[in-house]
């Protein structure tokens, strides 16, 4: 179906509303509440990972600031996310060796995640324990 034709079911359906012949419903506004995600991601690098992955990429999409950076606990995101914190330090390392993001580590402080390019990100195929430095940081 044409973007014309979907834009003009849309118009026609605003009309319908407007002149009260069809059951009301309460359109979201999202104009505050949003975060983006590049379409690479969606477009194909999604498809590596296993959902989990890709809710915890998400979650640091949401919480970076201009500057691409974002320093949420693991514990935060395990529990924001109904995850373990196994789980999202897994997801974290996987995230970290695709390149797709970049955490500073330094012990007793928080993590500082950065979001990469995506002319960085790398897809890895396999992984194997060796991918892993000895830190839990992943081998970049």
């Not at 979907?6 to 104009?31: A, S, V, W």
């Not at 514990?75 to 997801?91: C, Y």
Request: net charge positive.
């Amino acid at each position: 179906m044409s973007s014309k034709v979907i834009q003009l079911r849309i118009k026609k359906r605003r009309k319908e509303l407007k002149k009260g012949n069809t059951d009301p419903f309460e359109i979201r506004d999202l104009r505050d509440k949003f975060f983006m995600v590049d379409d690479a991601y969606l477009n194909g690098w999604a498809r590596l990972f296993e959902s989990g992955v890709s809710m915890v990429y998400f979650a640091l999409c949401r919480h970076v600031g201009a500057d691409q950076t974002c320093f949420p606990s693991i514990a935060f995101l395990s529990e924001k996310l109904g995850m373990g914190p196994h789980t999202v330090i897994k997801s974290i390392k996987l995230l970290e060796l695709h390149r797709l993001i970049k955490v500073d580590r330094v012990k007793g402080q928080p993590n500082i995640y950065w979001l990469t390019d995506k002319k960085k990100w790398k897809k890895i195929i396999r992984v194997t324990p060796k991918d892993f430095t000895q830190d839990g940081g992943a081998e970049l």
